[in-house]
């Protein structure tokens, strides 16, 4: 049933204008009318170019009659006009600059967006700053286009030319060519004009979307419109506007309501959607304000219209919510050793200043707070460039690598600061030392940004709704609703600060202390294990290992500065150990960082996959190895940057991983039959050559050398 409307569209007239059988110009009708051909030409508009300086060529094409070629957006499945060029060294062309099309009824039931009569498309070349003066410099294009009426036509035909060249002289200055002023002066006329005044956005909405254009006033008032205006898209899952019906002239902007379009009508074929709006706005008659009746509609990204704001009754419960949501989180396993902290300051202030008591507690709330409106900021802000279907949520920073990588590192330094192997210090911890100094202030600072910081992975029983619902809302019930949450985690510190007397029935500070201490450090150690998984998921688990490394030079770093960097030991032996910590140190925070993805494709190695890609004359990779392999991650780190893999990808070679981290007896029959017994081992099948075993430890020349001269071109 799908095979009808697809001949019905290649069938169909264009416009019924013509009284032709459409079978017999669509099977071969030898007509005049099938013969007719577009007539294209490259000019210039210098006769001479100078050094550095930009000028500009076109490529003009006068099509037969009622024939049309199309926009960059077809609308449809036509080719728009294409040009290739070869120019000399140093010369680069800029893209195709588009004069306004017409809207026309395609005839798949769309609307095309099309050129006829004569159209010229202006190109801008700049040359190089070095040209030789009295030198010619010779510009070829190929063009290739699309010519459509009853039937479509690929152009150049052909009997035409297949290129266009423009031999031009160097000069101190430019030239002007007086003989193209004029078709130069038309194309310019015929191009949307630039706003940067204006100002433009784009909304999500029911069906598409809404374009807001923000015209600039004149006196305070917005431009008046003669007559209608109609919308060209750049994207072809936007339906052009043909009817401004319903665009709606506010005081301040002007709201455009657009269609989505999914697919192509009848027949059938879906359209790739995407994010953002461009175009050309076209007005019915042109407007002084801006001296000409067309204007180019940048790149906008669609965001989400703003929410209407909830009423009371309803958002009280959210609130609730939230706020309950926000105590809970301090039972939460990645939560409470930073609390453990707190209360331990808590403790060792028994007995002191009250006022400083309440000053240490409202700091922490301030942590709490400012970094809650921090990351709910970032939050909104996302939300509002989020693309269609896409949710941004709580917890969304945890996508990002380098943050995870961040939190796991502080997790683990602190653990083993709280187990006693170094100290850091009151201004980093808020533990030991005195609490009655600026130190002590910005440690519980601190500790509030820290709790918030490591509380967004976690989501107790009332929070996941409460939030699912508050970053829905508009911007100021949002920023309401997580100042509740944070509320609710600073709740308990702030009940202690503005009663100090509840102070009092805590332990008061004794030897337990030490012990409390070092449990709450194994709580830290589970919650950087924990970081280390969401981690070694988002840089992949073969780069675990390095991981692993890092991790472990950072506690060696940590060690030799708590073992050797102490007031007891001398001058000397203290600079040795700082200098140490930080290598060990430096080496392991780089070892910790996100690896670059890799940029090979590796597919999953079997010996069938191997015979078939060698029958059909393509050369194979394979890469014996095991997660277990130290060597084989060495490899991987060090051999394969993206110039190896782009010289792969040049010579047609597939990559095959053949993985022994579990027993395959497949595997090891193979490595038997290849005389190997231990991995790593890599191995290049070229198809009619026998297979080539590299060396164990691999390198990047070593590649390079190896595919340019063993695999053919």
Request: glycine content about 8%; proline content about 9%.
């Amino acid at each position: 049933m799908k095979i009808l409307p697809l001949l019905l569209g290649i069938l169909l007239p264009f416009q019924a204008q013509s009284q032709d059988d459409p079978l017999e110009l669509a099977f071969g009708d030898k007509s005049s009318k099938t013969e007719e051909w577009s007539e294209a030409s490259l000019v210039s508009e210098v006769t001479h170019i100078a050094p550095g300086n930009p000028f500009t060529v076109a490529l003009v094409l006068e099509h037969p009659e009622d024939w049309h070629s199309y926009y960059k957006n077809s609308g449809g499945t036509e080719k728009p006009p294409e040009i290739e060029w070869r120019l000399p060294e140093g010369f680069k062309a800029g893209p195709i600059q588009w004069p306004v099309p017409e809207i026309i009824e395609g005839s798949l039931g769309n609307q095309s967006l099309t050129y006829s009569g004569t159209v010229r498309f202006p190109v801008e070349i700049t040359p190089p700053s070095d040209l030789a003066v009295g030198e010619s410099y010779t510009l070829t294009a190929r063009p290739s286009w699309q010519i459509c009426k009853m039937v479509c036509k690929d152009e150049p035909h052909p009997g035409a030319p297949q290129e266009y060249t423009i031999e031009l002289e160097a000069a101190a200055s430019p030239v002007p060519n007086a003989e193209t002023a004029e078709t130069f002066a038309k194309a310019r006329a015929a191009l949307p004009k630039q706003a940067p005044d204006w100002e433009f956005s784009a909304t999500t909405a029911d069906g598409g979307f809404t374009l807001h254009v923000k015209p600039a006033a004149s006196g305070g008032n917005l431009p008046i419109l003669e007559g209608g205006m109609h919308f060209i898209p750049d994207v072809p899952y936007v339906e052009p506007l043909t009817e401004s019906t319903n665009v709606r002239l506010g005081e301040t902007e002007w709201t455009i309501p657009l269609k989505r379009l999914t697919e192509i009508p009848l027949i059938e074929i879906p359209i790739e959607q995407g994010n953002t709006l461009s175009g050309i706005l076209v007005f019915d008659e042109p407007l002084p304000e801006l001296g000409a009746r067309a204007v180019v509609v940048p790149e906008t990204v669609v965001g989400k219209p703003p929410a209407p704001p909830l009423p009371f009754s309803k958002l009280l419960p959210i609130l609730g919510g939230m706020l309950l949501g926000g105590l809970i989180l301090n039972l939460m396993p990645c939560v409470f050793p930073v609390i453990g902290i707190k209360i331990m300051g808590f403790v060792q202030q028994a007995g002191e200043d009250r006022r400083k008591i309440v000053l240490h507690g409202v700091m922490f709330v301030v942590g709490v707070l400012v970094s809650f409106w921090v990351l709910s900021g970032a939050l909104f802000a996302l939300r509002a460039s989020a693309a269609p279907g896409e949710e941004i949520g709580w917890g969304y920073q945890l996508q990002n690598p380098w943050i995870i990588m961040v939190l796991m590192l502080v997790m683990f330094v602190l653990g083993l600061s709280m187990y006693g192997l170094f100290e850091i210090g009151a201004s980093a911890t808020g533990v030991g030392g005195s609490l009655q100094n600026k130190q002590g202030v910005s440690g519980s600072f601190f500790s509030g940004i820290l709790a918030t910081v490591v509380a967004t992975p976690c989501s107790a029983p009332f929070l996941g709704v409460a939030i699912g619902v508050a970053v829905t809302l508009p911007a100021a019930q949002f920023f309401l609703a997580f100042t509740f949450m944070a509320l609710g985690l600073a709740l308990p510190y702030l009940i202690l600060s503005i009663f100090p007397k509840l102070v009092d029935m805590l332990p008061r500070p004794g030897p337990w202390m030490e012990s409390f201490k070092q449990a709450m450090s194994f709580l830290l150690f589970a919650t950087a294990g924990f970081l280390l998984w969401v981690y070694v998921g988002q840089i992949e688990l073969v780069n675990m290992l390095t991981v692993v490394i890092g991790l472990t030079l950072i506690a060696i770093a940590a060690w030799i500065y708590g073992r050797w960097d102490t007031p007891a030991r001398r001058s000397g032996v203290r600079w040795t150990a700082r200098g140490l910590t930080v290598l060990f140190a430096g080496i392991g925070l780089y070892a910790c960082t996100p690896p670059e993805p890799s940029a090979i494709e590796w597919e999953k190695w079997s010996e069938e996959k191997v015979e078939q890609l060698l029958e059909e004359g393509t050369p194979v990779y394979v890469d014996f190895t095991a997660q277990w392999c130290a060597t084989c991650q060495l490899n991987k780190s060090r051999a394969y940057p993206e110039e190896v893999a782009n010289l792969m990808k040049e010579r047609g070679v597939v990559a095959l991983k053949a993985d022994k981290t579990k027993a395959d007896p497949e595997i090891d029959a193979k490595l038997e039959e290849l005389g190997r017994s231990a991995i790593p081992v890599n191995v290049l099948y070229v198809p009619g050559k026998e297979p080539i075993i590299t060396p164990e430890i691999l390198s990047a020349d070593y590649l390079k050398e190896l595919f340019t001269n063993e695999v053919p071109e």
